[in-house]
């Protein structure tokens, strides 16, 4: 009697991981792999489909691990071969009818929404402290994979700009998370909302160039995020160090090295970068995150705030420590020492509304008080002879002397005294449309 669970001593895989790794596959139409035929594809699809649905239902085990202690799941969603056809439907030399055919199934997408389906189908119990989809996922997607053979292969990130990809990935992403905790993740590892938002800062390498994200890839974060913070992402997480210290950490910690790695970029992407950062603040904030730095030095070198006072000690005994933890803080630092940022649009000041309005009042004015402080030492108002600063003066002054409104006050209130705030916990109120966009930051 074969055993359905047998597995090759060498890598250690089932005959279900066999079929899977076979998953996506680009088959040789006619032996010439640019020929793909649209009927051969399909036929192809469809057989490694059925033979997975006809293990499993003839008790292949899908908890299976192989010689690197991947599962089933964990292999078929960090399979790549969508990327080959991706690749191929891309290149020139193929013939349209073949190019027709690889974008089918959404380049094979939809085969891995469907086998997923059929694997957690399959399980008694789901293990929700061994299996990690969802940062598997993530990293199949946002992966860089500079080492890989075939240097003509299009990256994840060049996939998913593929028109419909995004919404594919959205779909399987959002089954998984109902099955399977938001906030799990490999030891060591960061949870899979702070993944993706470290993802935003991509640059160039000292030895080798990588290609920077895109505004594009950000607003496709954005959308990612979005899904995991509905299902349940936590936008703080604790974390032994080293010394058994238990640290605390927050999105703003991950998105402040974003300011840090965007000015290694090129003048002419300051808006872009801007605009980038305004949509992922904001999503987070919509799903309750605080405006607070917990714990920077997670990632190495010194912050904003800090380089800030240095370069303008005259004023650094004035400064109040308490508001430095402030995102707005060090957000005002760096614009403060990249004026090239603050004169691009308005997208600078968008931005700055946005940290305004979701920072308590008295650390409004300690960070915008304290950033004058280091700014004047930095360009005099009277004497700097830069020509760049007397924007970000006026600017400083006017929220100095501008109080907040009743309405921005009570919106404060109500994001810090609602427990786990969320879309959803706004709904409950039964608010016009209006007044609950306001709430959601949605309406500024």
């Known amino acids: 009697m074969v055993d359905i669970n047998s597995k090759r001593e060498s890598s250690g895989s089932s005959p279900l991981h066999e079929l899977i790794h076979a998953v996506n596959r680009v088959p040789r139409g006619n032996g010439n792999l640019c020929e793909v035929d649209n009927s051969y594809l399909y036929s192809y699809d469809q057989n490694v489909i059925e033979g997975i649905q006809f293990l499993l239902e003839h008790g292949a085990d899908v908890y299976a691990k192989d010689i690197l202690g991947d599962s089933t799941l964990c292999v078929l969603l960090s399979n790549k071969n969508h990327l080959a056809r991706c690749s191929l439907a891309a290149r020139h030399d193929v013939p349209e ?4 055919s690889l974008k089918s199934a959404a380049y094979g997408v939809d085969n891995v929404i469907v086998i997923t389906e059929l694997i957690i189908g399959h399980m008694d119990v789901i293990p929700t402290t061994s299996l990690y989809p969802a940062s598997v996922v993530l990293k199949t997607l946002c992966s860089v994979d500079n080492d890989r053979d075939d240097p003509s292969l299009l990256s994840p990130f060049d996939v998913i700009e593929r028109p419909g990809i995004v919404e594919k990935y959205t ?9 399977f905790d938001p906030n799990r993740a490999m030891e060591g590892e960061l949870p899979p909302l702070f993944y993706l938002l470290s993802q935003a800062t991509l640059s160039p390498d000292a030895d080798d160039y990588m290609y920077i994200i895109s505004s594009n890839h950000c607003r496709h974060l954005v959308a990612f995020a979005t899904v995991l913070l509905e ?7 604790d974390l032994l160090d080293t010394d058994g210290e238990l640290l605390s950490y927050s999105c703003m910690d991950v998105l402040v090295y974003f300011l840090r790695k965007m000015q290694s970029y090129p003048h002419s ?19 309750g995150a605080k405006p607070y730095l917990y714990n920077t030095k997670f990632y190495h070198g010194p912050d904003f705030a ?30 403060a020492m990249n004026l090239q940022y603050v004169n691009v649009g308005d997208i600078y000041y968008e931005v700055l509304r946005l940290l305004a309005d979701v920072t308590c009042q008295r650390l409004v004015y300690l960070a915008f ?15 700097c002879e830069c020509g760049m600063c007397l924007d970000f003066h006026a600017m400083l002054e006017s929220y100095m002397t501008a109080p907040r409104s009743l309405k921005q006050l009570c919106r404060l209130t109500i994001r810090d005294q609602t427990r786990h705030f969320s879309p959803r916990i706004v709904a409950t109120f039964r608010l016009p449309k209006a007044l609950a966009d306001y709430i959601l930051l949605l309406i500024m």
């Open 97 to 100: 009818t073949s190019r027709f």
């Open 171 to 179: 779909e399987l992403l959002t089954f998984i998370l109902r099955h």
């Open 231 to 237: 299902h349940g992402a936590n936008t703080e997480y």
């Open 269 to 287: 992407r300051t808006a872009v970068d801007l605009l980038s950062l305004h949509e992922l603040l904001r999503v987070v904030f919509t799903y």
């Open 306 to 335: 800090s380089a800030a006072r240095v370069v303008g000690s005259k004023g650094a005994s004035n400064i109040d420590a308490t508001c430095t933890c402030t995102f707005l803080y060090q957000y005002l630092c760096f614009g």
């Open 369 to 383: 008080q304290s950033a004058r402080l280091v700014f004047t030492c930095m360009h005099g108002p009277v004497d």
